[in-house]
């Protein structure tokens, strides 16, 4: 419940920040009403995802793909024509410290360093397709597992597609502004209205390649915003509303269904308010997938790794990870790091004519570059304050990890595990168990993953004593006759309907455990028969 009610407020946050983001450029192309273009894009959003479901968000998702791509290579050819080519792109850069990609300075009050980014950064994705319900939604809506990797292996493909379009549009147009940078000489209002007003620059002479990119842009947006509605509808229906009401009907589940996209539509819709407040959009969005998918991170893996967690230990780990990731990042938001922690890169308005002056080299900085109009600050704020962004996600994660062993080592109970002779083939053994951890072998084996294996893989025995009296050997030493079940301790009968259609009661091999009867609805089980 706990994680649930965090990624229903990571999403509404993040959603709210990323309606914003295509609102501002169509502000800046055509002057069109900022929010009335949020508006506008809620309401879409909420409409197709609402009557269509989880189906017209991956459809609509494929073709705003191509959008994406095709705005993106709009912006990279006549961008590179009005630049003078690639080279000419390329020496800019170089001469303006952009491709200094190697920067190992371990200071964590680096913005973006390789270590910032490596680290940070891994933990950040690994929080978005390891337990993100936006992600494992479009995972388990697949056939087989072989289906979801494939799909998970081309959005790799996509995702570097994308970032490595976006990472050379920034190249091209740094070297388009080298020596006039609009927002130092306060032509634009904000750094992310940049790429609008390059677009406008280079494209505004050629009719409908301005809305293209808006197209562009809002494309992305639109399959953000889908599959977050629908994901935190998913999500609040099974969580909460079908634990309250058991006894719903299909229809009366699919009414429920649509009036929370709509809720969650209006929610999301209204943050986009707040989002205008909140900076820079990439910094902010993965501000927000830190502070809140670090510690969901972190409560994650406490249960697929560890068995001797106990609900204490995870509950009190997640509120210390959720409590230090958002004491960093909303100091941080009321404290801005100064430049002389993030050391940003120099920007020129040498080449800038400024208004009612014929000096080309006089500008007035932005008024929150100067030192002085920052409020006091603490040594808190030069330091906690001052982290990267990126490592909030490393906090969280962290935090809850440590917290709920700790606590889970402190509420358990010692006592000793005794692995069945059947399973050992040899008499009973008993082992001492992990001090202070809850019953390990009550946990089934496959509902945790022996990372230790990969530590331990010349010996059995350490492996062994990893495990914590997991007896991971169950699902491998033993097969049971059914294909979706593995074993375990305790029978269950199933009925079957045989070809006179009457029922007759099976009774399954001993110690087997079905999968099926314990998984969600929507999870695809049809047999795998090809291994990826």
């Not at 994308?162 to 927002?183: E, H, R, T």
């Amino acid at each position: 419940m706990a994680a649930t009610l965090i990624y229903i407020l990571q999403t509404i946050l993040y959603t709210g920040v990323v309606v914003y983001a295509p609102a501002l450029a169509l502000n800046q192309v055509t002057g069109f009403n900022l929010w009335g273009s949020i508006f506008a894009t809620g309401v879409v959003c909420t409409f197709y995802c609402t009557l269509g479901g989880l189906k017209a968000v991956v459809w609509t998702d494929a073709f705003q793909m191509v959008v994406m791509v095709v705005g993106f290579m709009t912006v990279l050819v006549q961008g590179t024509r009005k630049t003078g080519g690639a080279a000419s792109v390329w020496e800019v850069a170089k001469n303006g410290n952009r491709l200094d990609i190697f920067d190992f300075d371990p200071d964590p009050l680096r913005r973006h360093t390789f270590w910032t980014i490596s680290i940070g950064g891994t933990f950040t994705w690994l929080g978005i397709y390891g337990v993100n319900q936006s992600t494992i939604q479009r995972c388990i809506s697949c056939k087989t597992e072989t289906h979801a990797k494939l799909a998970l292996y081309f959005n790799l493909l996509g995702l570097l597609v994308i970032l490595v379009c976006a990472v050379f549009s920034g190249l091209i147009m740094y070297a388009f502004y080298a020596n006039c940078d609009p927002w130092t000489a306060q032509s634009v209002t904000a750094p992310d209205q940049l790429m609008p007003y390059f677009v406008m620059e280079i494209l505004g002479g050629y009719p409908g390649l301005p809305g293209l990119f808006v197209a562009c842009a809002f494309s992305g947006t639109l399959s953000t915003v889908a599959a977050s509605i629908n994901a935190l509808a998913t999500v609040t229906y099974e969580d909460f509303v079908k634990q309250c009401c058991t006894n719903l009907s299909n229809k009366a589940s699919g009414w429920i269904s649509k009036g929370l996209c709509i809720v969650f539509g209006v929610a999301c819709t209204t943050m986009a308010v707040a989002a205008s407040y909140m900076g820079g959009i990439v910094q902010a969005a993965l501000s927000i997938h830190g502070m809140c998918g670090g510690p969901m991170l972190g409560l994650f893996s406490l249960g697929i790794v560890f068995p001797w967690t106990n609900s204490m230990g995870a509950a009190g780990g997640l509120t210390v990870g959720i409590a230090l990731s958002f004491w960093a990042g909303v100091g941080a938001f009321i404290y801005p790091a100064l430049d002389i922690n993030t050391r940003p890169l120099s920007l020129s308005i040498e080449g800038c004519l400024q208004p009612n002056s014929s000096d080309p080299t006089t500008s007035v900085p932005p008024s929150y570059l100067d030192p002085t109009a920052l409020p006091s600050r603490s040594s808190l704020a030069d330091h906690w304050y001052s982290m990267s962004y990126l490592y909030y996600s490393a906090v969280g994660f962290l935090a809850t990890v440590t917290a709920g062993l700790l606590i889970s080592f402190i509420t358990g109970s010692t006592h000793t595990v005794c692995l069945p002779a059947k399973v050992q083939h040899t008499p009973s053994v008993c082992l001492p168990a992990c001090k202070g951890h809850t019953r390990s072998r009550d946990v089934k084996p496959w509902l945790l993953r022996p990372v230790c294996n990969l530590f331990c893989f010349w010996s059995k025995k350490y492996k062994k004593m990893c495990w914590c009296g997991v007896n991971h050997e169950l699902k491998q030493d033993m097969e049971c006759p059914d294909a979706d079940t593995v074993k375990d301790e305790g029978p269950f009968v199933k009925e079957d309907i045989g070809r006179k259609g009457m029922k007759r009661k099976i009774q399954p091999a001993k110690n087997c455990y079905n999968l099926q009867e314990k998984a969600h609805d929507n999870a695809g089980f049809t047999e795998d028969t090809k291994p990826f």
